[in-house]
């Protein structure tokens, strides 16, 4: 092949690559991964399950195999590989993911040209309302934007290994959200205690989780806005995944709660979020801080960013670690401890 001709292939890859996530959204969204699992491992036993017509999940299923993302043919039988099953009913399953993408994401991601010509949320444009408004009148893709958040939790477990919470301390997790984070540092590390602080519809959600995991015998809630004030006292206050949706000055302003807040001099700050930066940024980060512009008109930032944010705030950085799925954790401690 002429690398010419290899050049327009990978260039028609790249266009076409929506067509690709549209049919694989359309074939979780018809069951095909859990079906097959149960024995329906051809097409017209999969469009009779499914209530869709054959000749269609045929043509689908034909190119999903190209792909690689199943096995088989008509004759044999269609299997599921490593790809698909992923996607197969179970405590760690990307199928909400594939389904909230392929519907309100996609459709978010289709107003991309406005979104990123004016750096505001194509999420707005498309339905008119911010994602989060979106999501507290729709109770069930709220439900599934919850099973996405807890897809992407697979660094928690390693938190208590970069962060020490040893020693009596107690953990303020700002933006707790459903507790899962905080459930595992509070099971990891036995003498740790931890106040959930979130917006108040979170707290329910949040407290039959840890009363599930962990007990609640050493967990506070406490319900409110991190704009407004933060619960006093704390020896480390985290903040997973939090600062996204929010500009500088308002983060300036929740991380000054925070330093009026510190229990002493050994108190410290803990940001956990995925970096950008300008110079070898993988894909990966740099492709979810432009989704992060198309659904909610936020973004990921740089460590300059952050140690930026962080010094006008009277914080300077002590260190940062590596966690999985390309997240950092910043620790930071006050400039002046004695302040
Ligand atoms: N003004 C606010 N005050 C307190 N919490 C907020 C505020 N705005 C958003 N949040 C919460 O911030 C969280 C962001 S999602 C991150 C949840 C969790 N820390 C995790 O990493 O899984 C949500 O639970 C929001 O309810």
């Not at 940001?271 to 980060?285: A, K, Q």
């Amino acid at each position: 092949m002429t690398s010419g001709t290899e050049t327009a292939l990978r260039v028609i890859d790249l266009i076409t690559g929506g067509w690709r996530a549209q049919a694989l959204y359309t074939a979780v969204k018809l069951g095909v991964p859990d079906a097959i699992e149960s024995g329906r491992t051809t097409s017209a036993a999969l469009a009779e399950g499914a209530g869709a017509d054959w000749d269609g999940v045929h043509r689908l299923m034909r190119f999903l195999v190209s792909l690689g993302l199943f096995q088989g043919d008509e004759r044999s039988g269609y299997r599921n590989t490593e790809l698909s099953r992923a996607f197969c009913e179970g405590p760690s399953s990307l199928k909400d993911m594939c389904l909230l993408y392929g519907e309100e994401f996609y459709t978010a991601w289709g107003h991309a040209y406005s979104a990123i010509s004016t750096a505001t949320s194509g999420f707005e444009a498309a339905f008119g309302e911010s994602f989060y408004s979106y999501l507290s009148r729709n109770e069930d893709v709220a439900e599934r934007f919850q099973n996405v958040m807890n897809a992407g939790n697979i660094f928690f477990h390693k938190v208590p290994e970069v962060v020490d919470f040893s020693g009596d301390k107690t953990v303020v997790d700002v933006g707790g959200g459903g507790g899962e984070l905080l459930a595992v540092i509070l099971a990891t590390v036995p003498d740790a205690r931890g106040t959930l602080f979130d917006r108040p519809h979170m707290i329910p959600e949040a407290r039959r989780h840890i009363a599930g995991s962990v007990g609640l015998s050493r967990v506070d809630f406490v319900a409110g806005d991190m704009f407004e004030g933060l619960p006093r006292g704390g020896d480390i206050y985290l903040f997973s995944r939090v600062f996204a949706g929010w500009d500088d000055d308002a983060i300036v302003k929740t991380l000054s709660h925070c330093y009026t807040g510190m229990k002493d001099r050994s108190s410290r700050l803990v940001i956990l979020d995925r970096l950008v930066s300008d110079e070898d940024c993988s894909p990966m980060s740099a492709l979810w801080d432009l989704h992060l512009l198309i659904t909610i008109g936020g973004r990921h930032r740089s460590l300059e960013n952050f140690t930026s944010v962080l010094g006008r705030a009277g914080f300077e950085v002590e260190c940062t670690a590596e966690l999985p799925s390309d997240t950092t954790a910043i620790v930071a401690r006050k400039c002046n401890p004695d302040s």
